[in-house]
């Protein structure tokens, strides 16, 4: 699909989803005031937002077409078991993992793209689970600011072409790829983030056998395994909505693991160099880490069925310390050996034989999506190509 086409199924998504709102209701008062918005040039009617705190140029909002909300966020999810999700889920299919406090659950991504956004629970923990298609990053927070916990939902607007998500308390607006409140009451506050992984069904099932899976049975009506934004992972085609300078360093819209052991300044490995290596040892400052890759997860981006796209695989990333030891990895018949004591590792960062079987990787905070939305908001990014 070229990318005229593309930028037009763009636009017929936003059309479709707003007609399939299902009735949601506006929250909010009264329309903000032309001096509170500002530079504002997206619709503030029924906000009650304060436009004039905020840490980023009003400016550079956009709508993405929807309104409030017309993106709905899925509230008090329903669940099912792996046996259950068998039936809507090929193997290949990508799913966003978290893990909370002995507590496993996966995220179909064939549910997230449709919604964006689960407040949930897990393991005692209120979490949001955020998935942003047009930047194809999937991100974890704790939905609490000091005492108090957070629903979120879309606002409909986008800045960078990331999605912009409010919260329903104070009604501040939120980037999703940061987790900071750019506008509103709570400006320059940040969610934390949460550990996960995105992995194919099949490794889900096999890593976790007794965790459980969001359901279909989300109140709405939307054709979950279908993808709307068919050909938008297109490497060279440029971002929907997006205004700013691509960093041609990489292509657009090449998919990389991010890795923050430093928040400001995160290593990125290419999906190109990963295709090739599947381990690769590095360090970020005195934190010596790994990032894997594992083959077998297509892109929710490419086919009208996302279990029909093409495979482009995942990545994962670890503290390569175990005890006193730091482990050096690469890839070996599918998985993984560390060359000190020859034991084999799986994607999910455990030891499945060897010396250190049932040893398990510190987790470190990792995302993999396009390349132009990781340098828009850290420009400078090192690369590890």
């Keep these: 699909m070229g990318h005229r086409s593309v930028i037009l199924t763009l636009a017929a998504v936003s059309l479709a989803v707003v007609a399939g709102a299902c009735g949601g209701k506006e929250r909010g008062g009264a329309v903000g005031g032309a001096s509170a918005a500002g530079k504002l040039d997206v619709s503030t009617a029924g906000w009650k937002t304060d436009f004039s705190k905020h840490t980023v140029p009003l400016s550079e909002f956009q709508s993405g077409g929807p309104k409030r909300d017309a993106i709905p966020p899925i509230d008090g999810p329903k669940t099912v078991s792996p046996e259950q999700a068998e039936q809507f889920l090929d193997d290949r299919e990508p799913v ?71 919260d329903r308390q104070t009604e501040s607006w939120w980037q999703q790829l940061s ?21 194919s069904w099949a490794d889900f099932r096999r890593s976790y056998p007794h965790g459980d899976v969001l359901s279909r049975d989300t109140g709405f009506e939307r054709d979950y395994g279908a993808n709307p934004y068919e050909g938008y992972d297109e490497r060279d085609s440029r971002p929907f909505l997006f205004n700013g300078k691509t960093d041609d360093r990489l292509p657009p819209k090449e998919y990389v693991a991010a890795v923050f052991v430093d928040e400001t300044k995160p290593l990125v490995v290419p999906f190109s160099r990963l295709v090739r290596e599947s381990a690769v040892n590095a360090a970020s400052g005195a934190t010596p880490l790994v990032v894997l890759y594992k083959r077998g997860v297509v892109s929710p981006l490419d086919a009208a069925a996302i279990s029909r796209s093409k495979d482009v695989g995942t990545s994962a990333a670890f503290d390569r310390r175990v005890g006193r030891r730091t482990l050096e990895f690469q890839a070996r018949d599918g998985g993984y050996v560390d060359r000190q004591t020859g034991s084999r590792w799986d994607i999910t960062g455990q030891a499945v034989a060897g010396p250190l079987e049932g040893k398990r990787l510190r987790p470190l905070r990792h995302d993999q999506q396009f390349w132009f939305a990781l340098a828009a908001f850290l420009p400078g990014a090192e690369i590890l190509g």
């Design 179 to 199: 987790g900071e409140a750019v506008a509103g009451e709570l400006s320059g506050k940040r969610l934390e983030v949460l550990p996960s992984q995105t992995l």
């Design 96 to 166: 966003l993992v978290a893990r909370q406090r002995g507590a496993v659950r996966a995220y179909p991504i064939q549910i997230l793209i449709w919604h964006e956004i689960v407040n949930d629970e897990l393991g005692g923990r209120a979490i949001a689970v955020t998935y942003c298609p047009l930047c194809n990053s999937s991100v974890v927070f704790d939905r609490r600011v000091g005492a108090r916990a957070l629903t979120f939902g879309t606002t409909g607007n986008l800045r960078m072409s990331d999605l912009v998500m409010w």
